[in-house]
């Protein structure tokens, strides 16, 4: 019931999606899904995705939505729709397998199914949806969405363990010698990056450097100054606009510092880096901190980022509700709420009134960076870790040493 409820849900919001774009000043889609769309249009003419400007995708997404050109319009919302259910199956299939009971389930499943953000996000035609449903094969999502390359260590500490936790990530005797190269890492290697590389070797093929420059480098330099929750968008927008007069903190010490360090890469590699090693024997959290973790320190932070973390917060979220410390999460939560609208209300300010309030959003961004930290701190400290499956799934699916 559960999922035809969501499916009912997703096209009521792609119907109405037609008529506020069509009514109403802002519009319901995604400004991506038009960009999608033209890249799509190129492609069924024969021609190359990347002669629609700030087309910054593998060309196989372009191919997957010809049928915007071919068959309807609505058609890749239909799709991203049809995925984000997909997601769900997902996660009833793995909380199972963890060992949830029945209420715990329809909780997980709520948690995504019917998530204001999530359902927004896919009927406004963002793809990120994909990337739940692609984590089955991970050399495929990194291909389509370079992101999770941030987990590679943290599989490879995985896999260094069995799933009960029996074995030492360092050794018999305390000996920080990790063994990097097991059958099962190197399985893993051989498959992910054998996928990455054949995918990313055929897309070049056909597209050659701009695909490259498109879709792999331009994310390595990456500079958005609008619809950016980082605090580093400040800093970017006056490298954009170096003679503007607008920012009255234009050269302000502080200011200069706090982007340079919002600008580094440094601090959000140590903080994902070292949060997958602490919590590789529990995937599922590791994967969950990581990438909350990364959206919250990355220079570009977007709405579309936060489904990166909602995807998998299902899978977390049982062992959050049994804990003592839940109304703390919970709390926190509400605060990282009014942070984001307190974000977006200057924002709106910013980009639909013209109104000067940069030192304003950019305080706003500071408040959401110190919300996204303070909601992970609270959830490390609340949750309870687990094996990846239950001890009985576990003696049904892999071997016990």
Same mark, same amino acid.
């Given at each position: 019931?559960?999922?035809?409820?969501?499916?009912?849900?997703?096209?009521?919001?792609?119907?109405?999606?037609?008529?506020?774009?069509?009514?109403?000043?802002?519009?319901?889609?995604?400004?991506?899904?038009?960009?999608?769309?033209?890249?799509?249009?190129?492609?069924?003419?024969?021609?190359?995705?990347?002669?629609?400007?700030?087309?910054?995708?593998?060309?196989?997404?372009?191919?997957?939505?010809?049928?915007?050109?071919?068959?309807?319009?609505?058609?890749?919302?239909?799709?991203?729709?049809?995925?984000?259910?997909?997601?769900?199956?997902?996660?009833?299939?793995?909380?199972?397998?963890?060992?949830?009971?029945?209420?715990?389930?329809?909780?997980?499943?709520?948690?995504?199914?019917?998530?204001?953000?999530?359902?927004?996000?896919?009927?406004?035609?963002?793809?990120?949806?994909?990337?739940?449903?692609?984590?089955?094969?991970?050399?495929?999502?990194?291909?389509?969405?370079?992101?999770?390359?941030?987990?590679?260590?943290?599989?490879?500490?995985?896999?260094?363990?069995?799933?009960?936790?029996?074995?030492?990530?360092?050794?018999?005797?305390?000996?920080?010698?990790?063994?990097?190269?097991?059958?099962?890492?190197?399985?893993?290697?051989?498959?992910?990056?054998?996928?990455?590389?054949?995918?990313?070797?055929?897309?070049?093929?056909?597209?050659?450097?701009?695909?490259?420059?498109?879709?792999?480098?331009?994310?390595?330099?990456?500079?958005?100054?609008?619809?950016?929750?980082?605090?580093?968008?400040?800093?970017?927008?006056?490298?954009?606009?170096?003679?503007?007069?607008?920012?009255? &903190? $234009?050269?302000? =010490?502080?200011?200069?510092? #706090?982007?340079?360090?919002?600008?580094?890469? /440094?601090?959000?590699?140590?903080? *994902?880096?070292?949060?997958?090693?602490?919590?590789?024997?529990?995937?599922?959290?590791?994967?969950?901190?990581?990438?909350?973790?990364?959206?919250?320190?990355?220079?570009?932070?977007?709405?579309?980022?936060?489904?990166?973390?909602?995807?998998?917060?299902?899978?977390?979220?049982?062992?959050?509700?049994?804990?003592?410390?839940?109304?703390?999460?919970?709390?926190?939560?509400?605060?990282?709420?009014?942070?984001?609208?307190?974000?977006?209300?200057?924002?709106?300010?910013?980009?639909?009134?013209?109104?000067?309030?940069?030192?304003?959003?950019?305080?706003?961004?500071?408040?959401?960076?110190?919300?996204?930290?303070?909601?992970? &701190? $609270?959830?490390? =400290?609340?949750?309870?870790? #687990?094996?990846?499956?239950?001890?009985?799934? /576990?003696?049904?699916?892999?071997? *016990?040493?």
């Amino acid at each position: 019931m559960a999922f035809v409820c969501a499916v009912i849900l997703r096209l009521v919001l792609i119907a109405w999606s037609a008529y506020q774009d069509a009514n109403f000043d802002v519009k319901y889609t995604d400004i991506d899904y038009f960009v999608y769309t033209d890249a799509a249009r190129h492609v069924v003419r024969g021609g190359s995705p990347y002669e629609r400007a700030t087309y910054r995708y593998p060309p196989l997404l372009a191919v997957l939505l010809a049928p915007n050109v071919l068959v309807h319009e609505m058609w890749g919302k239909v799709f991203f729709s049809t995925l984000d259910i997909a997601v769900g199956g997902l996660i009833l299939k793995i909380g199972r397998r963890r060992g949830m009971n029945a209420r715990e389930l329809k909780y997980a499943l709520w948690c995504w199914l019917f998530n204001p953000f999530t359902c927004a996000i896919s009927t406004r035609g963002s793809c990120e949806a994909l990337t739940g449903v692609a984590a089955i094969a991970y050399g495929f999502v990194v291909h389509m969405r370079l992101y999770p390359i941030i987990h590679a260590l943290m599989f490879v500490a995985f896999l260094n363990k069995d799933y009960m936790g029996n074995r030492a990530l360092f050794g018999k005797r305390g000996s920080k010698a990790l063994s990097w190269v097991t059958v099962e890492n190197v399985k893993f290697a051989v498959v992910s990056s054998a996928t990455f590389f054949a995918l990313t070797a055929g897309s070049y093929a056909v597209y050659g450097m701009d695909y490259i420059d498109e879709a792999i480098l331009y994310h390595a330099q990456r500079k958005d100054h609008r619809h950016n929750f980082s605090p580093a968008f400040y800093g970017i927008y006056l490298s954009i606009h170096p003679t503007t007069d607008a920012p009255d &903190l $234009n050269g302000s =010490a502080i200011v200069q510092t #706090a982007d340079r360090l919002a600008m580094s890469p /440094l601090p959000m590699l140590t903080v *994902v880096l070292s949060l997958g090693f602490a919590f590789a024997s529990d995937m599922p959290f590791a994967l969950f901190v990581q990438t909350l973790a990364f959206v919250a320190f990355n220079k570009v932070c977007t709405a579309q980022y936060f489904v990166w973390w909602f995807m998998l917060l299902p899978l977390v979220l049982p062992s959050l509700m049994r804990s003592a410390n839940r109304k703390r999460v919970v709390f926190a939560t509400l605060i990282w709420l009014i942070a984001q609208l307190h974000w977006l209300a200057w924002a709106y300010a910013l980009e639909f009134k013209g109104a000067q309030v940069f030192e304003s959003v950019w305080l706003a961004s500071i408040a959401f960076f110190g919300a996204n930290i303070w909601l992970l &701190l $609270n959830i490390i =400290a609340a949750y309870a870790h #687990a094996p990846i499956f239950s001890r009985g799934r /576990l003696q049904k699916f892999s071997k *016990v040493e």
